[in-house]
């Protein structure tokens, strides 16, 4: 069985963290299905910074949590932040953007799990909802 690699933005983390958000069980039902093997959760932590700025403690909390996996802002992260930053994108979803693209240890990119898929219209990456 083939486990599959979900990256947060900074609305799934904001749900998962706030029990009574509209989607936080959605949100949590990938976090079961991480804790049982069946996938991989990863949290960009530019992403996770962005959003304890409109709700503190989310950093900590996501950062603190045993089956998702904070991705680092490394000096790639960095050049691809610049374009997407220049392109109109917010730090919270150019870090989103980045880890959810293809890279080396991805070859066909990782999906995004977010509240607002359309944000990431027209970025090559596979948003979905997690209601959807």
């Known amino acids: 069985m083939t486990t599959i690699a979900v990256v947060l933005d900074h609305t799934t983390a904001t749900a998962l963290y ?8 959605a949100v949590a039902a990938f ?12 949290a960009p932590v530019v992403s ?3 959003g ?15 089956f998702i996996e904070v991705e680092p802002f490394d000096t ?18 150019a870090h989103a953007i980045h880890a959810a693209r293809p ?3 991805f070859p066909s990119g990782r999906f995004l799990l977010t ?12 948003a979905v909802h997690p209601d959807r």
Do not use: C, N
């Open 115 to 126: 509240l607002v898929p359309e944000m990431y219209e027209g970025t090559g990456i596979q």
């Open 52 to 66: 304890d700025v409109e709700r503190p403690g989310l950093l900590a909390y996501i950062a603190g949590l045993r």
């Open 31 to 42: 976090y079961v299905q991480a804790s049982a093997g069946l996938g991989t959760l990863y």
């Open 103 to 105: 890279s080396a240890a």
């Open 48 to 50: 996770m910074t962005a």
């Open 76 to 93: 790639e992260a960095a050049a691809s932040a610049t374009e997407l930053l220049r392109s109109g994108h917010s730090w919270a979803a």
């Open 18 to 25: 706030d029990p009574k958000d509209a989607f936080s069980e």
